[in-house]
């Protein structure tokens, strides 16, 4: 019996059909990309038979092998196979499945050499930050993919041949070129977070802490934004508005952590900088015809240092603040506004309390932003009213930083880098 017959009698294919001919095409297609008649039956059963192109472009050509196969080669033993596949985010591999690939087996040998060097749950951690960034790199590809090659082939009513066809060109693309791009991005980001350890402290302070700024800003009134606004044109003002949090974070030589809904959260080596970021974000969201305005929360101090997030009372300061400013401000904590009074070209106004989720203690903030041109009619810092207000507000500030001691006021021994600035611009 022909391949035509034998599709027919799968179910695939109808010689009657009115798209007999483009059907019996996309078939012989997907066979030259190595498809088994398994896998077509199964994809059409899903309704996934043009996308098969792509996958079979991305998988590649064998051997495959079986987790045990691999097991019984010294590879890896099965359990190690499934905890490495979990911890990247990936669905575990049946111990019977022959679904590893040469490629496959090429990255459980680097795992198993690296855990031998730094310890396999130091690895396993490692791991899991490695796959949740590539599966958001993964979710952009088909986000890239979607908004332009696949909106073009359903505007002109494409056939499905047309669509499969597309998809192993766009998975070709991402087998071919995209590791490479990512391997060099990955050298020059590695470069940049050796530069914030160092400016962290580095090994002075361990390896799970260091001092940056950290810093969210909030975009105001966002939900009334998504029901006032078309679907396009809310994606379009978010998608705007990370595409600027990115560019300037990456000016000021800080990092985004991570974007939280409408919120960004980002550190930086100094001061001035987290201000620069927030302001300039600010500034953006004023001017831009779709966003409400956006308000930021800032803070300095020892960071817990996760494997590409952070931790700990620091950043809980700052997650806070950010929704006590008022929309367009930028609030800063003690630590953080003692280093940005020596900074030119930015301002730091009068003092308020807050009563913060999580803290004990009424939190002083201070709104900071960029210094008018001309005369500075707040007189430099702003003011509370007095010396007596000032030393009032030392004190409460005082009790709410987590690495000072509450009764003596004094720098903890574990904080290297707490300059005394902060004294000094409240007590001047």
Request: glycine share 12%.
């Given at each position: ?10 179910g695939?294919?109808?010689p ?5 001919e483009?059907?019996?095409?996309l ?7 190595g ?6 039956v ?7 038979l ?7 472009v ?6 495959w092998?079986?987790?045990e196969?691999?097991?019984?080669r010294?590879?890896?033993d ?9 911890a ?5 591999v ?8 040469s490629?496959?087996?090429?990255a ?15 690895v ?5 930050a ?10 952009a ?7 332009t090659?696949?909106?073009d ?6 056939s ?6 597309a998809?192993a ?7 071919d070129?995209?590791p ?10 590695v ?10 402290g ?12 950290i ?5 105001v ?17 978010l ?10 974070v ?10 939280i809904?409408?919120?960004?959260m980002?550190v930086?080596t100094?001061?001035?900088d ?24 800032l803070?300095?101090g020892?960071?817990v ?15 806070r603040?950010v ?5 367009g ?19 730091v ?10 803290f ?7 709104p900071?932003?960029?210094r008018?041109?001309g005369?500075?009619p ?9 010396s ?7 004190d409460r ?6 690495y ?5 006021g004094k ?14 611009f409240?007590?001047a």
């Amino acid at each position: 019996m022909d391949e035509a017959g034998v599709w027919q009698g799968l179910g695939l294919y109808d010689p009657g059909a009115p798209d007999a001919e483009e059907r019996l095409a996309l078939l012989r297609f997907l066979c030259d990309l190595g498809a088994t008649d398994t896998e077509l039956v199964e994809a059409q059963r899903l309704g996934r038979l043009a996308a098969l192109g792509g996958a079979l472009v991305r998988r590649g050509s064998g051997p495959w092998f079986t987790p045990e196969e691999l097991a019984e080669r010294g590879v890896a033993d099965v359990d190690t196979v499934r905890r490495i596949w979990q911890a990247a985010g990936l669905p575990p591999v049946p111990a019977e499945s022959r679904e590893l690939s040469s490629r496959d087996v090429g990255a459980l040998e680097a795992f198993v050499a690296a855990s031998t060097v730094f310890g396999e749950d130091e690895v396993l951690q490692f791991t899991r930050a490695v796959g949740a960034a590539l599966a958001a790199v993964a979710d952009a590809s088909q986000a890239l993919f979607g908004l332009t090659v696949a909106g073009d082939l359903s505007a002109a009513g494409a056939s499905d041949l047309e669509y499969a066809q597309a998809f192993a060109e766009g998975s070709q693309m991402l087998v071919d070129v995209v590791p490479d791009v990512m391997s060099t991005l990955f050298l020059h980001h590695v470069d940049h977070a050796v530069d914030r350890y160092l400016a962290g402290g580095g090994d002075e302070v361990g390896a799970r802490v260091t001092y940056l700024a950290i810093g969210f800003v909030d975009l105001v009134e966002s939900t009334a934004m998504v029901h006032d606004l078309p679907a396009d044109d809310i994606a379009d003002a978010l998608t705007a508005f990370e595409h600027r949090a990115t560019e300037v974070v990456a000016a000021h030589h800080g990092r985004v952590v991570k974007t939280i809904g409408d919120e960004v959260m980002f550190v930086a080596t100094t001061a001035a900088d987290a201000v620069e970021i927030a302001v300039a974000l600010v500034t953006f969201a004023e001017e831009h015809p779709a966003l409400r305005g956006l308000r930021g929360g800032l803070a300095w101090g020892p960071l817990v240092r996760g494997y590409g997030d952070y931790y700990g009372p620091v950043v809980n300061l700052a997650a806070r603040a950010v929704k006590e400013a008022r929309p367009g401000e930028v609030l800063a904590d003690l630590e953080l506004v003692g280093q940005v009074q020596a900074a030119t070209g930015l301002r730091v106004g009068s003092p308020r309390e807050h009563e913060l989720r999580g803290f004990v203690e009424p939190v002083v903030l201070w709104p900071v932003e960029r210094r008018a041109p001309g005369p500075d009619p707040a007189g430099g810092s702003g003011g509370s009213g007095g010396s007596g207000g000032q030393i009032a507000l030392l004190d409460r500030a005082l009790r709410c930083l987590p690495y000072r001691s509450v009764e003596t006021g004094k720098r903890s021994s574990n904080h290297p880098h707490l300059s005394g600035q902060s004294i000094v611009f409240l007590s001047a």
